[in-house]
């Protein structure tokens, strides 16, 4: 048991370190050929798009790691089955339903964005569903603990599409704009999402043998919502800063920081990997009655997440004159934003998987009034400081926010729960 997760550690970290190398790639590619102004203007519709989009599973994608694996392991096939479809109709149907607004709006009101903004935003709302559906495929896959299927189309195949796409438009011409960019990405995540789909449905079938289904949806949505509130919270703690940003400065300050950002994204990668390896096992334990793997698993968890965390950081730190120089001259003035963001990253992480447990276990109202919280604590200060130091106010404000985040969420896990999650006590059970 102990080798099956970490070994799923592994393979999701190195599949998104190699996604991020591509992303890193075609991040470096997009700005040489925009320049700063265009590529803020990029930089601003993606973080919408993603942190949209990611959220439109309503909380789905994470909700079939909870339900699937304890319909499984309690021997409940017809009701697994039932998630499964459920989950891909509301999924889609909510994606679907959010970019038919979006695009009404950009019809009926288009003085209500910059005329700088429309067509990358227009490209964008086609993309919003395709990052909705294949953030459910990958919970999916993840609930049967196929790592390489629900990591590898979105974050590598997507990626290493989307710097060829880019490479390609570059060869035929095209004028270097945010559109363009938007475009590319959108060629790529409906090229990734069709692989990913038709390879589910085809193991799908051989672990799910076809039989009937049943369906519980006040139980599902009344779980999966408060996670969809979790992900839009995280969606915002990842992006709050150079939302603030993109209301305060000129496009070009906030492509620098989103470069900075860019960079940090190895990091974070950790935590990532090793929460896409574990989450399921403490469903399925908990489903199975078994409070020493539960305890084991969180122990793990904490501990290898603060070291690699720890260790990745220092890596990308001493890298980063380097990293930053790829996107052009006159980046020295993020390293330090990047250093703060790495602080933050490292500090959270010495907390341990609370928001896991709450998420997994029971707790989620909890963990999405607490996220919530905090993420309007990191808007105020980015509202506060960004005037007084720029760029590195924002990335002050969220680091702040970031820690004191994980220190509530890994309190109401161990008082909910019962299992400590910091580092330092995350051997006892109570």
């Known amino acids: 048991m102990r080798s099956g997760p970490q070994r799923a550690a592994l393979t999701v970290f190195a599949i998104r370190v190699g996604s991020a190398g591509f992303a890193y790639g075609s991040q470096v590619l997009a700005a040489r050929l925009m320049g700063w102004d265009a590529y803020g203007i990029f930089a601003s519709v993606w973080v919408w798009t993603a942190m949209l989009g990611h959220t439109l599973t309503l ?7 909870r ?21 891909a109709l509301m999924t889609g149907g909510a994606a679907l339903a959010v970019a038919g607004l979006g695009a009404a709006l950009l019809i009926l009101e288009p003085n209500l964005f910059a005329p700088v903004y429309r067509a990358p935003i227009a490209v964008a709302l086609c993309v919003m569903p395709l990052f909705a559906l294949q953030d459910y495929l990958e919970g999916v896959a993840r609930s049967q603990n196929w790592v390489g299927l629900a990591i590898a189309p979105p974050y590598l195949l997507r990626q290493t599409l989307m710097m060829a796409c880019m490479a390609g438009a570059v060869l035929v011409g095209a004028p270097p704009r945010a559109e363009v960019a938007m475009a590319c990405m ?40 408060p996670i969809a509130a979790i992900d839009l919270a995280n969606a915002g703690f990842t992006f709050v800063d150079v939302i603030v940003l993109g209301a305060l400065v000129s ?13 940090q994204q190895f990091v974070v990668f950790v935590h990532f990997a090793i929460s896409a390896a574990t989450l399921q096992r403490y469903s399925a334990a908990q489903a199975q009655a078994n409070r020493f793997l539960l305890a084991e698993l969180v122990r793990r968890q904490g501990r290898t997440t603060a070291a690699a965390t720890f ?56 963990c999405a009034g607490l996220t919530a919280g ?14 007084a130091f720029g760029p590195l106010g924002a990335a002050l404000a969220v680091a702040f926010a970031t820690v004191a985040r994980a220190w509530l969420l890994a309190r109401a896990a161990g008082q909910l729960h019962g299992l400590p999650t910091p580092v330092w006590s995350a051997g006892a059970v109570g």
């Open 251 to 263: 496009p070009a300050e906030v492509g620098l920081y989103f470069a900075a950002t860019r960079i």
């Open 59 to 65: 909380g789905l994608s994470q909700g079939a790691c």
């Open 374 to 387: 905090t993420l309007i604590a990191a808007a105020g200060l980015c509202l506060a400081l960004v005037p």
């Open 67 to 87: 339900f699937v694996p304890r319909d499984q392991a309690q021997g409940d096939l017809d009701l697994a089955r039932g998630y499964i479809r459920a989950g």
């Open 186 to 225: 959108l060629a790529a995540a409906a090229a990734a999402t069709a692989l990913q789909a038709g390879l589910l449905a085809a193991r799908l079938r051989k672990a799910l043998p076809a039989g009937p289904h049943r369906y519980r949806w006040r139980n599902w949505l009344g779980v999966s919502l």
């Open 311 to 366: 260790a990745v950081g220092g890596a990308i730190l001493a890298a980063s004159p380097l990293l930053l120089a790829m996107f052009g001259a006159d980046l020295g003035a993020s390293v330090p934003i990047l250093c703060v963001l790495l602080a933050g990253s490292v500090a959270a992480s010495l907390f341990g998987p609370g928001e896991d447990l709450l998420t997994m276990l029971g707790g989620e109202r909890l």
